[in-house]
């Protein structure tokens, strides 16, 4: 059965840092395209990076969040500096095609879903 699991999310002053890490279980990782995304209340999910030919991020994020991967140890981390208030949510991390880091930026065609981690900025 295949778990991703997400940790290091917390509460953050604005400016501040945080990273993400999602461990999957998931023989064949490095064969997995993988992404993260997140969902504010009262919003809807909303793609933030994605690995797989390349690395992917939204506009809102660039030059800040940072998305690699670490296949020896099934893990996929999201650096993620200079944080505003706006970045809060809960973060997911996903697993799916290759062809998913590249072109899917809702995540229906990503194949498996962590349980998220929350990821609090204050101003």
């Known amino acids: 059965q295949v778990q991703l699991v997400e940790s290091g999310g917390g509460l953050v002053q604005a400016g501040g840092s945080l990273r993400l890490s999602c461990v999957a279980s998931?023989?064949?990782?490095?064969?997995?395209?993988m992404g993260w995304f997140r969902q504010a209340p009262g919003k809807e999910r909303e793609f933030v990076a994605s690995?797989?030919?390349?690395?992917y991020y939204t506009d809102s994020v660039k030059g800040r969040f940072t998305i690699s991967r670490d296949n020896a140890k099934n893990t996929v981390y999201l650096q993620m500096n200079s944080l505003k208030p706006e970045d809060t949510a809960v973060y997911y991390c996903?697993?799916?095609?290759?062809?998913?880091?590249?072109?899917?930026?809702?995540?229906?065609?990503?194949?498996?879903w962590g349980q998220g981690t929350q990821v609090t900025v204050s101003s």
């Open positions: 996903a697993a799916g095609p290759w062809s998913s880091g590249t072109y899917d930026r809702n995540g229906r065609t990503y194949d498996y």
């Open positions: 998931i023989r064949t990782f490095s064969s997995y395209a």
């Open positions: 690995i797989g030919w390349s690395t």
